[in-house]
């Protein structure tokens, strides 16, 4: 949240801000507004929804919650395969959301700024072409502790025009 309110307090005064969070699925926290008491607030009431790809090891997990065979690394494996899995269906997933979510803005007159939430910041370049043509400047927040590499989150900011903001817990 403190880099999401970092990410609006860079946007300039008068500015239409959406806050949209994406993970399992795509969550509209504040649709566009300039009312930045209001993007507040909603920010505030919004509760994350914890999703990592960790989430992929209940899967592997047997009834009886102990791996089915401890022999060798083979659980290891599985579980890196299933991770690696989901975050395709996601990346996937996600392309599409930011596709539509480009056709959706496309109608909303004049430049606009979306703070995006995220752990994973995978898009397309068809979408993220739509999405600069609609006048959407992205704010990528990461949501990841501890913070990853940026060189994604930064180039989606410097192509739309917004700012990368990190996971940290600094004001």
Not at 60 to 78: N, V
Request: glycine residues 8%; contains cysteine; hydrophobic residues 45%.
């Amino acid at each position: 949240r403190i880099a999401a309110l970092r990410a609006l307090r860079s946007i300039h005064a008068g500015g239409r801000i959406a806050i949209y969070a994406t993970g399992r699925r795509l969550e509209v926290i504040c649709e566009f507004t300039s009312d930045r008491d209001r993007l507040e607030r909603q920010l505030e009431r919004w509760k994350p929804i914890v999703d990592t790809p960790d989430a992929a090891n209940d899967a592997l997990i047997s009834p009886l919650g102990a791996w089915g065979d401890h022999r060798g690394d083979a659980p290891d494996k599985a579980l890196v395969a299933t991770i690696a899995g989901d975050e395709q269906l996601r990346a996937a997933a996600r392309d599409d959301e930011m596709d539509l979510i480009a056709d959706h803005l496309a109608a909303v007159p004049g430049r606009k700024n979306l703070v995006w939430l995220s752990r994973s910041f995978g898009i397309g370049p068809h979408a993220l072409q739509k999405l600069n043509g609609a006048g959407v400047a992205i704010y990528p927040v990461d949501m990841a502790a501890p913070a990853r590499p940026t060189e994604l989150m930064n180039r989606i900011a410097a192509l739309t025009g917004g700012v990368a903001q990190y996971a940290r817990n600094d004001p």
